[in-house]
């Protein structure tokens, strides 16, 4: 089975989470495009969405979901999104798509994170297969990526990638995690850094695994 069809099983199965009149929390990336897909078979049912970034946005329109602001809710039951890695205690790395900011936002607004990933993203240490994406003030690019080379790792800089808040995006190569929480807080610590995509203080709550034989639920 090919990785698509196992992200449509994943986003299909997180359908069940949605509440009748609620607003959903929306992230970003391709599996969150199969759920914005299946969230618009239901969408009579709901009152609409908060998106974690402007592609999610237009997705959620064309769906005919309405879209509201982040300032427009104090909370959302749940947010749905994928992730570019995820460990057994159900933290993240994301910010493949460069959305890690507004994805930490908006999550942080929601109950419930519902992690909506295929097989490959499952890994025993975060950092082991994917680059850790940083967001990065452009005017401290520099110097941020001497502090990463001095925690160990090898920043590159994503060539040609401007956020959806007008910022940089550093990926640190090299950089396996051993200690998730530390290092999300001791990177947040660093001048110039809005946010790093480790997502271990607020990790998922419950994770679904689109595999060949149907939907894995870890709750
Ligand atoms: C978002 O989309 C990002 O945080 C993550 O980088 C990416 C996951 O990629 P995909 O769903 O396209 O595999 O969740």
Redesign the pocket.
Known sequence: MD?LAM?KIAAQAALQYVKPDTIVGV????????FIEALGSIKDQIKGAVA??KASEELLKKQGIEVFTTNDVSQLDIYV????EINSQKM?????????TR?KIVAALAKKFIC???T??QVDVLGSTFAL?IEVIPMARSQVARKLVALGGSPEYREGVITDNGNVILDIYNFEIMQPIEMEKELNNIAGVVTN?I?AQRCADIVIIGTPDGAKIIE
């Open positions: 990785q992200k992230g970003s990336g391709s599996t969150v495009n199969c974690a970034s999104d994928g992730a570019d993240m790395i994301k910010g493949g798509g460069a959305a890690l994805e909506i990933v295929d490959s993203k994406p995509g997502f």
